[in-house]
Each structure stands twice: as structure tokens, then as C-alpha cells.
Nanobody, 120 residues
């Protein structure tokens, strides 16, 4: 089993940047592909990005491509989500999870989430 903990969320002005971290426990984190999702109040959880076990391949939802970057450091058991040019509509709770795909059902282990609030 993998335990995931997100951090790095907070309050930022529109146009600003944040880097989220997803720290994993367990020696086999490099065996897992990882994705990032977010969920705003009253909305379904939506997929943002994913990366393979090595981090060499990445995929993005159209609406974040060019603004968000997923990366990982397996030596630190951590996956990152760099978010630039943030908009108020990016306000949500952000989650990382192990798996691959574009729906939440494709993922197995989830963190507890970190709140991102973008002010206008």
C-alpha cells in the first residue's frame, strides 16, 4: 500500500504560481504511475495530468496544458505539480493518486488533498 500526502497549496493572486508536492511512503513508489486531480465545490473531480513510473512521459488535460507541469523525483518519493498563470477558476482541492488514465476510477491510492485558492 502507498500513502500519499499533498502539500504546497495556499492562497495566491491570479497570475501567480504554486508548486504542489505529493510525497509517498513506501519503497516501491517508483513502481506507480501518478496523476493529479482537482475538485471544486459542487463539481466532479477532474483529471489534470499524469506521469509514468519514470517520469519520462507526461499527459495533460487541454485546459491546463502549457500552464501546469507534472514531474517526479523517485529518489525523494515525490511527484510535483508546478502551476503557473493561475486563474480564479483553478480554485479547488488538489489531489494526487496512483494510477494512469483520465478518470478517478483509474486510480487506486489517493492523498487527502491540498486547498488552492486563487484570488482575482
Amino acid at each position: 500500500q502507498v500513502h500519499l500526502v499533498e502539500s504546497g497549496g495556499g492562497l495566491v493572486q491570479a497570475g501567480g504560481s504554486l508548486r504542489l508536492s505529493c510525497a509517498a511512503s513506501g519503497p516501491t513508489f517508483s513502481d506507480y504511475a501518478v496523476g493529479w486531480f482537482r475538485q471544486a465545490p459542487g463539481r466532479e473531480r477532474e483529471w489534470l495530468a499524469a506521469t509514468t513510473r519514470t517520469g519520462l512521459s507526461t499527459w495533460y488535460a487541454d485546459f491546463v496544458e502549457g500552464r501546469f507541469t507534472i514531474s517526479r523525483d523517485n529518489a525523494r518519493n515525490t511527484v510535483y505539480l508546478q502551476m503557473n498563470s493561475l486563474k480564479p477558476e483553478d480554485t479547488a482541492v488538489y489531489y494526487c493518486a496512483t494510477g494512469m488514465g483520465v478518470t478517478a476510477q483509474d486510480y487506486t491510492y489517493w492523498g487527502q488533498g491540498t486547498q488552492v485558492t486563487v484570488s482575482s
